[in-house]
């Protein structure tokens, strides 16, 4: 798919409200201010990005269903720790094959650090041996900002009724060593099994650690 | 000063090591070769040329980046990362944390990193065994990683090392000195300030009790948190500096839970001077409002025990005894008869007692709500009312020596008390003993009212109250207990010598308290109070020897005397309010331990130097304090021990009003005078050490042990 044209159906298939909304809330806020619309214990927002198949998704059609949302720019050493380690593909083998649905965002501008095409993010799922449910492409970083995507990895958690439980990082070791990964407590691990058992998420907010989310 | 490089950043390629391993070499070649990973050099840097062993030495891990790119603080901000040191160090050696200096505030699109840019030079404290070899020279090794960011960032990490000669001697400055005390004088210093926040869900109000700063000069203020999550860190901060300190508002950080601890950071203030502007940053501990600032937690049955037993003790304070005193010599006179007259006295004692405590702590709670930085005993660094209440203790000593029959209305303390119940006599006579007593804070009292100041209003007034309580409860019990009475020696022409003898505290309390003023307005201000005390004697000779004259010269002589009482009282405010009102200097010719003024910052400095710092919260109306002068701290064996362990002695006079000192108190979750604190010296630029508050009756050798132990 050609880049011009990904841009111009985006605009289209996102339709108004979203981006009129969250342009405004950018607007609002020019020097940034982390506090985004998306809150923890609060609604996730709702929106709609279009999928490297070019169809739009948006977050709302998966109600009734967990959903885990992935900041990633595959360039970035702390992305890389998680892929290259295979602790990221493991964790979302292990989410989707109990029915939770994962979306990976790339908000990277055109030109900057982790930006793709849809067809460059479809051959890193492929090359990497990634299994999210799909990956959406956020190039105006309009998804980004609305929840306060500082990082990647950073990783949220919704609900099965669509509220928000965990915003933060992965994992507690906030490094790009990759023997790091073995024996840290998975923070997304530990959600997803709290929201499985029915139990308030124990740490719904972290820190997260990462590469700054490379927005236009 | 060889630092071989080891690992290379997983980016590179042979191609660029090639031009690199040249590099290297011919670094080698040319002598001492820092590691050169790609965007970022790293060496080992020493403070000192050699080692001595059993002492500690700086080294510094000192950063070259690359234009355009950053490393981090220990707070990396919204993204990135600290570096690390893994030291490997021979056996027996110590690494004392790394030491961060002052960080840049480097905004990335929507977040906000803390780093470094060009050079840095990261601190530790390196300690050598006693046990080390002398002769043969010591390589201390570690392994050093962090990462470096531009809009991309790079993880990066090198072994480096050091070799130094062991020598049995006070080593000399090495290669290292100049940029390891460039970047000690960045380090943040302990601030000599309280600091405080509060949070709502979209804000976060951080107070800095910095009083006296010029508003003018300083041209930013910035707060950096150690800590992620209290603070939004890309949000702009709107700082404001006011009479009472400094005040930064910045929108709230994503964890909730962090409002609820203390929050760490650094205090950035960039002042402007005439040679340009000059940063300083202060690391501070801001305490969420509400919290007990310091001091051991108190249950609120805890601080209202405290206060009863402190309003009990109040009762043998010098400037309390005489008025009680007399008070149980009217119910000697009178064990016998009236059995509810008694109780109602104690009772109408104890109210007056209890309610003019809840004026005086209302108005002291009600002021601090306006924001005034007062405590205990604050009424009396009014010089007004000192003078009043001389006036009023001088009165009262004139009718004890019996040179002065004063309706019941005023004291209740004649010796008539049978014929005319005067219970508006016994409330005032409590009045009276509340105020007298205000000067005299009791052991235990100090914590109790520091307590009472940081609850809310009602809980506070209510441990204030427990103090009253405490003042009034042995005349009340002796009132409403014939039985206790008759315990009471029997009446007679003794009780007449007694009183005549109990004048002379109250005289001497007169005297003291026109020392007071001599101290807080100078030598006109005594002319002044003298002439009133001197009106006061004259209304008393006139109302005294016009008893017994005919009805007309006695209401002339009655005028005159209300005259001269008044005209007593108008030399009140005089006292005060002249440009004779001179602030309280340091007492000359203080005999032992030589004082200096207190500041915030001269804690600061000091404690910077390495030195033990005591500090004497005191005030010239403050009884306690001058007797603990007087036992301890003149004492030539405490001046001893002082210059033994080369403690700096400061003094804060809070004879007069002072925000600045009343910050410092409140930080010590006190109220009022004495406070003495001793600060340890600092192991190091950034270590702070708890300070350690001393009891409130001090004798030589409480004084002598904590400063030997610190």
Redesign the interface.
């Known amino acids: 798919m050609q880049e011009p044209l990904s841009r111009r159906r985006f605009v289209n298939l996102t339709g108004g409200s979203v981006l009129v909304a969250a342009a405004a809330t950018v607007l609002a806020r020019p ?5 985004a619309a998306a809150k ?1 214990g609060e609604p996730a927002p709702d929106f709609t990005a279009p999928a490297t198949s070019g169809t739009p998704v948006s977050l709302g059609s998966y109600k009734g269903k967990v959903v885990v949302l992935e900041w990633t720019n595959h ?4 992305v890389r720790k998680h892929y290259e380690s295979g602790n990221m593909q493991a964790l979302q083998r292990e989410a989707t094959s109990q029915g939770v649905v994962w979306l990976t965002l790339i908000s990277s501008a055109k030109g ?2 982790g930006y793709v095409t849809a067809a460059q993010a479809d051959e890193l799922t492929r090359s990497r041996n990634a299994a999210p449910t799909v990956v959406l492409l956020d190039e105006p970083g309009t998804v980004g ?1 609305m929840y ?1 995507a ?2 990647t990895p950073h990783m949220y958690v919704v609900d099965r009724t669509g509220v928000l439980v965990y ?1 933060g990082a992965i994992d507690d070791r ?3 060593r990759r023997a790091d990964v073995e024996g840290a407590n998975n923070y997304v691990r530990a959600a997803l099994a709290a929201v499985a058992a029915n139990q308030p998420v124990k740490t719904p ?1 972290t ?9 236009s | 000063m060889a630092i071989r490089r080891l690992a290379a950043a997983p980016r590179m390629t042979l191609l660029a090591a090639l031009p690199l391993a040249v590099a290297v070499f011919i670094g080698l070649l040319a002598g001492p070769a820092n590691a050169a990973a790609p965007r970022v050099s790293v060496s080992l840097i020493s403070e000192t040329a050699s080692i001595e062993p059993g002492a500690s030495l700086w080294v510094g891990l000192r950063q070259r980046i690359e234009p355009g790119w950053h490393t981090y603080w220990l707070n990396p901000g919204d993204s990135g990362e600290s570096p690390t040191i893994d030291w490997k160090l021979p056996p027996g050696w110590q690494a004392g944390p790394i030491v961060w200096p002052l960080p840049e505030r480097l905004p990335v699109g929507p977040v906000m990193s803390y780093g470094y840019t060009g050079e840095v030079v990261l601190l530790t404290q390196l300690t050598a065994p006693a046990s080390q070899p002398v002769g043969a020279p010591v390589t201390l090794r570690g392994h050093a990683s962090w990462l470096v960011c531009e809009k991309t960032c790079i993880p990066e990490e090198a072994d480096v090392a050091l070799t130094l000669p062991a020598i049995a001697a006070k080593p000399a400055d090495g290669p290292g000195a100049a940029a390891i005390e460039r970047a000690r004088r960045t380090v943040p210093s302990p601030s000599p300030w309280p600091a405080s926040f509060e949070a709502t869900p979209e804000t976060v109000t951080l107070r800095v009790a910095a009083p006296g700063l010029r508003a003018d000069r300083i041209a930013e203020v910035w707060f950096l948190p150690l800590r992620w999550g209290l603070i939004d860190h890309a949000a702009p901060q709107e700082a404001t500096i006011g009479e009472r300190g400094i005040t930064v508002r910045v929108a709230r950080g994503l964890l909730p839970e962090a409002a609820g601890a203390p929050a760490d950071g650094v205090l950035v203030l960039r002042e402007r001077l005439d040679q340009g502007p000059v940063s300083q940053a202060f690391a501070i501990r801001a305490i969420p409002s509400g919290v007990r600032v310091a001091g051991p937690g108190l249950s609120l049955l805890a601080a209202l025990g405290l206060a009863l037993a402190g309003g009990l003790i109040l009762n043998l304070m010098p400037c309390v005894l005489p008025v009680l005193s007399v008070k149980v010599l009217a119910l000697v006179g009178h064990a016998s008869d009236a059995r509810l007259v008694m109780p109602r006295h104690g009772l109408a004692y104890t109210a007056g007692v209890l309610v003019s405590f809840a004026v005086l702590a209302s108005a002291l709670i009600g002021l601090r709500a306006g924001g005034a930085q007062i405590g205990w005993g604050f009424q009396l660094q009014s010089p007004t009312v000192v003078t009043l209440l001389a006036y009023v203790l001088f009165a009262l000593a004139l009718s004890l020596s019996g040179l002065l029959v004063i309706g019941a209305a005023l004291a209740g303390l004649g010796h008539d008390l049978a014929s005319r119940p005067g219970y508006t006599g016994s409330f005032f006579t409590g009045a009276l003993a509340t105020v007298a007593a205000t000067p005299c804070t009791a052991p235990f009292m100090g914590v109790a009212t520091g307590y009472a100041l940081t609850q809310p209003p009602l809980t506070g007034l209510l441990v204030f109250e427990a103090v009253g309580l405490g003042l009034a409860l042995p005349y009340l019990l002796l009132s409403l207990m014939p039985a206790w009475r008759r315990l009471l020696p029997r009446p007679g022409p003794w009780m007449v010598r007694l009183s005549q003898v109990l004048a002379f505290p109250l005289y001497a309390s007169v005297a003291w308290l026109v020392w007071v003023v001599s101290r807080q307005a100078g030598p006109d201000g005594v002319a002044f109070v003298l002439a009133g005390l001197l009106l006061i004697a004259f209304a008393a000779w006139l109302h005294h020897g016009a008893r017994a004259a005919a009805p007309g010269r006695r209401r002339l002589a009655s005028g005159v005397a209300l005259a001269s009482v008044a005209a007593a009282i108008a030399l009140g405010p005089l006292v005060a309010s002249g440009p004779w009102a001179a602030p309280s200097r340091p007492e000359p010719g203080a005999t032992g331990t030589r004082s200096e003024p207190w500041s915030p910052r001269r804690v600061a400095e000091l404690q910077a130097q390495g030195k033990p710092v005591f500090v004497n919260f005191t005030a010239a109306w403050c009884i306690t304090c001058l007797v603990n002068e007087r036992v301890a701290l003149r004492s030539p064996a405490v001046a001893e021990a002082f210059a033994r362990k080369g403690v700096v002695y400061l003094k804060a006079d809070w004879t007069t009003q002072s925000p600045e000192i009343a910050a410092a108190l409140g930080s010590f979750g006190r109220s009022g005078v004495p406070l003495y604190v001793v600060y340890p010296p600092r192991g190091g630029p950034a270590v702070a050490v708890e300070p350690r508050v001393l009891p409130q009756i001090l004798s030589e050798s409480i004084l002598i042990e904590a400063v030997d132990k610190s």
């Open positions: 020097r940034s201010s982390l506090a923890v360039q970035c050493p702390y900057e650090q900002h306060g500082t990082n915003a906030p490094t790009t907010i820190r997260a650690y990462g590469c700054t989310v490379k927005y």
